[in-house]
Nanobody, 124 residues
Framework: QVQLVESGGGLVQAGGSLTLSCAAS????????MGWFRQAPGKEREFAAK????????AYADSVKGRFTISRDNAKNTVYLRMNSLKPEDTAVYYC?????????????????WGQGTQVTVSS
């Protein structure tokens, strides 16, 4: 089992940047595919980015591609989400999640463990 704790959210102006961090407990962090999801008020939780166990493969939702970068440091049991050129529509609670299954998954239901979320608000 793994516990996930996100940090780094906050209020930023449009065009600005933020870096989210997600620290994981346990010794098996490198055995999980890690993902970032987000949920805006009144909307369903949606996939934003994922990274493979070793960090060599990444994938992004079209809405964030070219602006967000996911990375991980397995020695520090941490996954990051660097967000550039932020837009008001990026406003949401951001969650990190860990999946025991294959890297191909982007469905939130395929992720086994979730953090509590961190709020990102982008003002226009």
């Amino acid at each position: 089992q793994v516990q996930l704790v996100e940090s780094g959210g906050g209020l930023v102006q449009a065009g600005g940047s933020l870096t989210l961090s997600c620290a994981a407990s346990g010794r098996t962090f490198s055995s999980y595919v890690m993902g970032w999801f987000r949920q805006a008020p009144g909307k369903e939780r949606e996939f934003a980015a994922k990274i493979s166990r070793g960090g060599s493969n990444t994938a992004y939702a079209d809405s964030v591609k070219g602006r967000f970068t996911i990375s991980r440091d397995n020695a520090k049991n941490t996954v990051y989400l660097r967000m550039n050129s932020l837009k008001p529509e990026d406003t949401a609670v951001y969650y990190c999640a860990a999946a025991r299954g294959p890297y191909t998954v982007t469905d939130a239901r395929s992720y086994d463990y979730w953090g509590q979320g961190t709020q990102v608000t982008v003002s226009s």
